[in-house]
């Protein structure tokens, strides 16, 4: 049987072992890093908070809860995308989600990765 995970990680940490198939998840394209030295496979910012979103959450942890809500209810939504990723989960076993936001524990990659464990294509 094929292991499925899904894995989240910084663009700028550096690559895990293991992983197999990299998805840059941010609308913005992150910055200080050439699109020529980026170590992913694919970019897929529709899957990401809209702008308005985005830009209301800030990265404010007061704000987490209610930012969590509202982006699962983008994602519900955006069943192609899902879709797309729990199909690259199956091909490559190991799904690595890239974000470049700076806090760990509030991001959206977070929230995907949780919300994609759940999900039933």
Do not use: C
Request: no cysteine; glycine share 2%.
């Amino acid at each position: 049987m094929k292991i499925k995970m899904i894995k989240i990680r910084r663009i700028y940490d550096p690559e895990e072992n293991g992983e197999r198939y990299k998805v840059l998840i941010d609308r913005l394209w992150p910055r200080g890093i050439s699109k020529d030295n980026a170590k992913w496979d694919e970019w897929i910012k529709d899957v990401s908070p809209s702008n308005e979103l985005r830009k209301w959450f800030s990265h404010d942890p007061s704000k987490w809860k209610q930012f969590k809500k509202l982006y699962e209810k983008e994602l519900i939504l955006n069943q192609v995308f899902l879709a797309k990723l729990k199909q690259l989960e199956m091909k490559y076993g190991i799904l690595t989600l890239l974000y470049s936001a700076r806090d760990k524990e509030y991001n959206n990659a977070r929230v995907l990765k949780e919300f994609l464990d759940h999900y039933q294509a």
